[in-house]
């Protein structure tokens, strides 16, 4: 087979005279003018040569076809210019010097590190290294160098001559500049909608106030009627907007109440006319007094025949809220949010304090706004709940927030539904596009291109490794002089790896958690926090979990996709599931109790066998057994072993035989065992009785 490629091209000027180049001459197997035509596109002098077109004739033979592909001068040197500029931005990129810490890194931080996207690293490290990762799955420092050298990057540590702390942080520095951080003139300020937080003790109306005013039932939604996340919407009065914060008022949700207060104008402090002044309340009054923001005072539940309202006044008096009842300057109004009473006057009050503190911010800049929220959800990915602060956010916009960056691909409203193409101040917004999860608080800003986003992240990210490497080794040296002092009590931990439906209640939760301690004159028991993040469990967390001993995975409000469950039953990983704060406490709190005191050693009395595990709605996980020896009774005292591993000790809460409940069972009768702390069976697992000596 012959195959001959022709290039013609000719640069004769339209209609003007000028001199004009030709090259070679057409391929003889092209086809022919056929006699008199017009010269046209595929005659010499015709409209191509005059449009600047470049034809590349391709022939297959001297009978074969011909395949003529044409394409426009100016167009080529556009394609050729946007390659070179890419190609060099490549080159400059991948003769980047980068700083890895030697420690493990995640998949996400790793490509911040490097200045990649997660996904072209997680294709890297399946085509290349035959990984399969997820985002948040960890790296070994060996993996993470490969994959840094696999895209051309020179990798340094601190000891490394390439690597220089004070150039790092002028590179940050630099980085920084490239962001929108620029103050504005007062001339370009026009007034934006108040942003109001609520706050208040648990269950003294703080969430029934907003459902009133936005006419709609969130509270019933709330798991244990609390609320234990953020919320954030807009609602209109007189023609103005206003921007409401809803804050958690259990105690765990401290760091959500603080993040609420410090994103205000103004705090609206609800107080229950029949409870007065609780805990959450003086904590609320703190968390406004810290910020530096306005109260309002909501009495609220006046409709009910103990309401005492000089009684609430009086005792804020105490903590030097003084209201215009009492002479004072703080507004307040007596309310009642279940049957709607007073709500616009205190709507009048909330703009007449906008009105006082003169509220005002510039939309004609680069955005920069607040995490209020974070979260993994599915077909979206990373969606943070943001209040725009300053400018407007569009789509298409580059941001950074926190350690975390991305591009703007979605903007969606408040309602979960509403699409916008635009945000601006006192907006708050749900953001699509991050490549990993800012955590609530995080600063958002836009950056001049996806690349500074990136970086800048990246930068973050190192310096927190850093930090956290260094208080790792500082807390290692104490506890290390501690036992040579001889002073140091015994150390138990108990691991726990955190997922939550959302990043602040992960944060929440974790950090109540770690707070947990409990000591005897020989031990000392605490909470390690392996993982806190928002998403379903992933097999990555149970991979975490199953490196430790008797790890639990907590997913609160949230769930577990097969993959994870599959490995957590072949691993004896428990997961535990919850939707109420207290309940996923309290349940720690137990287990740490049974480290300090562990149950006596007892006499064995019997045992059975797992054959089956039932769901039975509103009870959990029923193990159906057979007592295979001696006799098993309701109340007593059994561990569950899983092969020479025992997972729990717990006590007998339901004992039934066939669908009669039963008090005991002896060897050889068929049940349904329900425990009172435990119900992740697996067929084959053995429940043993036994009676504490």
């Avoid at 997820?134 to 001559?161: I, Y």
């Avoid at 406004?288 to 609220?300: D, E, F, I, K, S």
């Avoid at 077909?379 to 703007?408: C, M, W, Y």
Wanted: proline share 3%; glycine share 10%; hydrophobic share 35%.
């Amino acid at each position: 087979m012959h195959v001959s490629i022709d290039l013609s091209y000719d640069l004769t000027r339209k209609k003007g005279g000028g001199s004009s180049v030709k090259g070679p001459a057409r391929n003889p197997l092209a086809k022919k003018v056929k006699p008199g035509a017009r010269p046209g596109r595929s005659g010499r002098g015709g409209d191509d040569e005059r449009a600047g077109r470049v034809s590349l004739r391709v022939g297959t033979g001297k009978k074969g076809r011909q395949t003529e592909v044409k394409m426009r001068r100016g167009s080529l040197r556009k394609k050729d210019r946007s390659r070179e500029k890419a190609e060099k931005e490549e080159r400059a990129l991948e003769r980047r010097t980068v700083y890895l810490p030697g420690t493990p890194m995640t998949v996400g931080e790793l490509a911040e590190a490097i200045s990649e996207t997660p996904v072209s690293v997680i294709k890297f490290l399946m085509a290349d290294l035959g990984i399969m990762a997820a985002v948040s799955q960890t790296l070994d420092p060996s993996t993470c160098e490969a994959v840094a050298e696999g895209f051309g990057r020179v990798v340094a540590g601190e000891d490394d001559e390439e690597y220089d702390d004070d150039d790092e942080d002028m590179d940050e520095s630099a980085l920084e500049s490239g962001v929108a951080w620029d103050e504005d003139d007062p001339e370009d300020l026009v007034p934006r909608p108040p942003v109001v937080t609520v706050m208040g003790h648990v269950d003294h109306g703080k969430t029934s106030l907003l459902d009133a005013i936005r006419n709609t039932r969130v509270t019933a939604g709330e798991a244990g009627g609390i609320t234990q996340h953020i919320a954030t919407y807009q609602v209109e009065h007189d023609g103005s907007q206003i921007t409401f914060i809803d804050t958690p008022g259990h105690a765990a949700f401290t760091d959500m109440r603080e993040r609420g207060a410090n994103t205000a104008d103004m705090i609206i402090l609800v107080v229950a006319a029949d409870d007065s002044v609780k805990q959450q309340t003086a904590d609320s009054i703190a968390c406004a007094r810290q910020a530096g923001v306005p109260l309002l005072v909501a009495v609220n539940k006046i409709d009910l025949p103990t309401a005492d309202v000089n009684r609430v006044l009086a005792d804020l008096a105490g903590y030097e809220v003084l209201t215009e009842d009492l002479g004072g300057e703080v507004l307040c109004s007596q309310i009642s949010a279940k049957e709607g009473t007073n709500l616009d006057d205190l709507l009048s009050k909330v703009m007449l304090q906008a009105e006082i503190l003169d509220l005002k911010a510039n939309p004609d800049r680069d955005a920069q706004g607040v995490v209020i929220e974070a979260r993994v959800e599915k077909g979206l990915g990373t969606v943070a709940t943001t209040l725009i602060q300053k400018g407007t956010i569009k789509v298409g916009d580059s941001f950074v927030a926190g350690e975390a960056s991305g591009k703007v691909r979605a903007l969606i409203g408040y309602d979960g539904k509403t699409r916008y193409k635009e945000a601006g101040p006192s907006t708050p917004i749900n953001i699509v596009g991050f490549t990993g999860v800012p955590a609530a608080g995080d600063i958002l800003v836009v950056a001049e291109d996806e690349q500074t986003a990136r970086e800048l992240a990246a930068a973050r990210s190192r310096i927190a490794r850093e930090k956290q490497a260094s208080t790792y080794q500082s807390g290692l040296m104490k506890s290390v002089a501690g036992l040579f002092s001889g002073g140091q009590k015994e150390l138990r931990e108990i691991c726990v790896v955190v997922k939550a439906d959302v990043q602040g209640s992960a944060e929440a939760l974790s950090r109540s958690l770690s707070d947990l301690k409990l000591e005897n004159d020989e031990v000392k028991v605490k909470i390690k926090v392996l993982v806190s993040e928002a998403g379903d469990v992933t097999k990555s967390d149970i991979a975490v979990a199953s490196v430790t001993p008797e790890t639990t995975v907590i997913a609160f409000n949230t769930g577990a996709n097969q993959a994870a469950m599959d490995d957590a039953r072949a691993l004896g990983v428990p997961i535990q599931y919850y939707s109420v704060v207290y309940d996923a406490i309290e349940s720690v709190e137990s287990r740490m109790q049974e480290v300090l005191s562990p149950t006596p050693e007892g006499e064995y009395v019997g045992s059975a066998i797992v054959q089956e595990v039932f769901n039975i709605g509103g009870t959990g996980n029923i193990a159906g057994s057979k007592c295979r020896d001696g006799i098993i009774k309701k109340g007593s005292n059994v561990r569950v072993l899983r092969g020479d591993k025992i997972l729990t000790e717990s006590k007998v809460k339901t004992l039934r035989n066939f669908k009669s409940e039963v008090d005991t069972i002896t060897s050889g009768d068929e049940c349904g065992i329900g425990l009172s702390s435990y119900e992740d069976f697996q067929v084959g697992d053995v429940i043993e009785s036994y009676v504490v000596k």
